[in-house]
């Protein structure tokens, strides 16, 4: 009987990139928890393989191959007590920086802790064994093995990474005796460049390229100026968002563009897409390039940062550096015109909606001051005033980092008391305002605050229609979206809470009302007391609101389509729709 590959995912990628990363030498211990790696191993040419019983001399081994040829070398254990007997070489390795790669095969991890024999907790290592430590289960979906990958890709780079040194890999295994497998699935490799090393810079695709920016607290002029250098010369356009905080040309808020249901862009359609910035707010954007061909991400930090699934080159340097190497002094600007066109003629059809956050932020965005700052609440603050452009000379933040409801309005006040002449505006939510309320009795809080409080009595986010909570109907409110908190909506209760705190109190329950006041908040003047602005929204506004934003540009294509499948998957069994797709490909 012929033997080839393991039939077990995980071990097919990580043999896969241990070839595409020219990583040969294996030093292998007897065991039955990782037969599936060396038994695949051992039959391709390309491995260097060697025998040793005592995992102890294994380990030491390793370190003198290492550091007489140079090269990686990789060790191979089953589980039970044997990992422990690398501690001693991979302490050696770590003090050397030696690129030693100890793969540590192990039962399923549900299995530790109830008597399962040689069930090890690998979980946590010593600190000065392993510059980097992971784990990689079974692979049973797509989900598992795009983690499989870039973990993988991760210990592999980060043998030689700022001087190298030893990585662990524990691996899980099903024990499989399949090895019916004769070739060899080719994963994907990502590419780390180091230390402005433009002479391994790869060749840049030719095609539409696409620059997605994600919060970018630190954007500074010169970066601007090289983007938009780079931009002019390869007909690029930038992806932006509030956070972003790029103020220059050749740029747009796709949000607008990408939040539509029955209109699909071609503008996420990439050949290259290159990736700066860190968490970003915009998830229309995000979801937009799930055809671009390959992702390539700058960040001096050299973190494998996979956010679309498709990164190939991860660049760890300057951003700057980096599209200066890549500006050509031409110049062309056809793509950036085509999504202006197409920004432009969204924004001029935009609906007439209820009264609601999103018709707040399409009435505000081009009236906050010049020069003011602009805290936005997650979610749906910030997903309303992403669809919009507001002047470049306002900077706009928001949470993002951990994305919660928490701290927004102490971010807000902790950002006014750096310039007291400078207007700090906040628009949140009541679950958010609620939830941080006490920094408001801060002794420290200025006249240039002014806070907007859209109070829906709800974390109305759960009652928008296309929000699966919603399948519960009124009762979603109980406990879920966990309405009638904080005084139910009444019209007193932060009207005397602000006032008694110094604040003026401005207030509007519908459109005409917000319109006889809005203007008193966006006064550029400073006035003698901070503002706090509550406006009354209903959970129905908001959803049809959001509803009518959604659905009012209509690619009829498209809508018939989507209208078929939906249809569909009503009316047909699941095994139906599983056989049409398999025609369909």
């Not at 920016?213 to 983007?227: H, K, P, Q, Y």
């Not at 550029?524 to 929204?537: D, H, K, M, S, Y």
């Not at 690619?555 to 939906?566: C, G, L, Q, S, V």
């Amino acid at each position: 009987m012929d033997f080839h590959y393991s039939k077990e995912k995980n071990v097919q990628i990580i043999i896969s990139l241990l070839k595409q990363y020219g990583i040969r030498k294996v030093i292998a211990s007897p065991g039955s928890t990782n037969i599936s790696m060396v038994a695949s191993m051992q039959q391709d040419p390309f491995f260097e393989m060697y025998s040793s019983v005592d995992e102890r001399s294994a380990a030491y081994m390793a370190c003198g191959m290492a550091a007489e040829s140079g090269e990686p070398v990789v060790l191979t254990c089953t589980s039970a007590t044997a990992s422990r007997n690398y501690v001693p070489g991979l302490t050696e390795a770590y003090y050397r920086k030696l690129p030693v790669l100890a793969i540590t095969s192990t039962t399923p991890s549900p299995n530790i802790g109830h008597h399962h024999r040689q069930a090890i907790d690998r979980s946590v290592i010593q600190k000065d064994i392993a510059n980097l430590s992971i784990h990689i289960p079974i692979v049973k979906d797509n989900l598992d093995e795009w983690d499989c990958i870039v973990k993988t890709n991760k210990a592999l780079s980060e043998l030689t990474h700022r001087g190298g040194g030893p990585v662990h890999i524990n691996l899980e295994t099903e024990y499989s005796m399949d090895f019916s497998i004769t070739k060899l699935p080719q994963s994907r490799r990502i590419i780390r460049i180091e230390n402005n090393d433009t002479a391994c810079m790869p060749l840049i695709p030719e095609g539409r390229i696409g620059i997605f920016i994600g919060s970018f607290d630190a954007m500074n002029e010169t970066l601007v100026e090289s983007i938009e250098k780079f931009c002019e010369s390869r007909n690029a356009l930038v992806f932006k968002d509030h956070t972003s905080h790029y103020t220059g040309k050749y740029s747009i808020h796709y949000s607008l563009l990408g939040i539509q249901e029955y209109y699909q862009s071609d503008l996420g359609n990439l050949d290259l897409l290159i990736h700066i910035g860190n968490v970003s707010g915009d998830d229309y954007s995000t979801g937009a390039f799930a055809h671009v061909k390959e992702v390539w991400r700058i960040s001096k930090d050299g973190e494998m940062v996979d956010t679309f699934k498709k990164l190939r080159y991860v660049f760890e340097m300057d951003e700057k550096c980096f599209f200066e190497h890549y500006h050509t002094g031409e110049k062309n600007t056809g793509f950036y015109e085509q999504a202006v066109s197409e920004y432009n003629s969204a924004l001029e059809s935009f609906p007439d909606i209820p009264f609601s956050n999103l018709w707040i932020a399409h009435k505000m965005h081009p009236v906050i001051p010049q020069g003011a700052r602009l805290q936005l609440g997650i979610l749906n603050s910030l997903r309303a005033w992403n669809l919009f452009e507001t002047d470049h000379s306002i900077k706009i933040y928001s949470t993002v980092g951990g994305f919660g409801i928490d701290g927004g309005m102490s971010s807000l006040i902790g950002a006014s008391l750096c310039d007291k002449n400078k207007l700090y505006f906040g628009i949140f939510g009541d679950l958010q305002f609620f939830y941080d309320m006490n920094v408001l009795g801060n002794r420290h809080i200025f006249p240039n605050v002014r806070i907007l409080l859209i109070n829906n009595g709800r974390g109305t986010e759960f009652r928008n229609y296309h929000h699966p909570a919603t399948m519960f109907g009124e009762a979603t409110d109980l406990y879920i979206a966990a309405a009638g908190h904080y005084g139910n909506k009444s019209s007193k209760l932060i009207k005397h809470y602000a006032e008694d705190l110094g604040f003026e109190y401005i207030s509007a329950n519908n459109k005409d009302e917000f319109l006889d006041v809005y203007e008193k908040f966006t006064n550029p003047a400073l006035t003698n007391n901070p503002i706090l602005f509550e406006v009354f929204t209903t959970t129905e506004d908001e959803s049809e609101a959001l509803k009518s934003v959604k659905h009012y540009m209509i690619d009829h294509k498209d809508f018939a389509i989507r209208t078929i499948k939906n249809v569909a998957k009503k009316v047909l069994p699941s095994a139906a729709i599983d056989s049409i797709k398999k025609i369909v490909k």
